[in-house]
């Protein structure tokens, strides 16, 4: 499934009892993808479907460990198999100021996704949850995209804003990176 676009909304939907289930929206409003986080899981396994039947999964995001501070997770193309990309915590680092690696299929860093501030991340973490989050993209020193978090306390959302065409990072990848900053992060606050 070819996914073009540059803007995207991903939003949590509310009242999920067991795991944790995610629309994406294209930039008219559209829904394009479904995402589950599977229930009681030792390792985070989610998968993004083409429509909320599950029938047709398009990626699948498989943590590389049960517990790890610095979780390395693992994209694939589920019609293919094959791995399409990774996203390493940088776990000590992601204490004050949440901060990712991007990396290629060979776990070769492309570039970084790093929250805003670390005096914003403090305020988020210790003083209220009422401000956005909002993370950026950046290859070989370029921002590329950025994510933003809503202040909603009941559903959450994030957009994912494209800046630039870059090849290592397509709509799919960070939308599917998107949907784990929601799923990850979101357990924190």
Not at 45 to 69: M, N
């Amino acid at each position: 499934m070819a996914i073009t676009g540059k803007q995207f909304l991903i939003r949590r939907k509310f009242l999920k009892l067991l795991g944790a289930d995610f629309q994406v929206f294209d930039e008219n409003q559209r829904q394009i993808l479904f995402a589950h986080l599977k229930a009681f899981k030792w390792k985070e396994d989610i998968t993004l479907y083409s429509d909320e039947s599950k029938t047709e999964a398009v990626i699948q995001i498989k943590a590389r460990q049960i517990i790890d501070f610095s979780a390395a997770y693992d994209f694939f193309d589920s019609k293919t198999g094959m791995k399409i990309g990774a996203a390493k915590r940088k776990g000590w680092k992601s204490i004050l100021r949440d901060e990712w690696i991007i990396m290629d299929v060979d776990d070769r860093e492309l570039g970084t996704i790093k929250e805003d501030s670390t005096m914003m991340a403090l305020l988020r973490r210790f003083i209220t949850a009422l401000i956005p989050q909002r993370f950026h993209v950046m290859i070989n020193n370029v921002e590329v995209a950025h994510y933003r978090n809503n202040v909603n306390p009941f559903i959450s959302k994030v957009q994912v804003v494209l800046l630039k065409e870059e090849p290592a990072f397509q709509p799919a990848f960070a939308i599917a990176m998107g949907i784990l900053l929601c799923a990850i992060e979101g357990k924190q606050h």
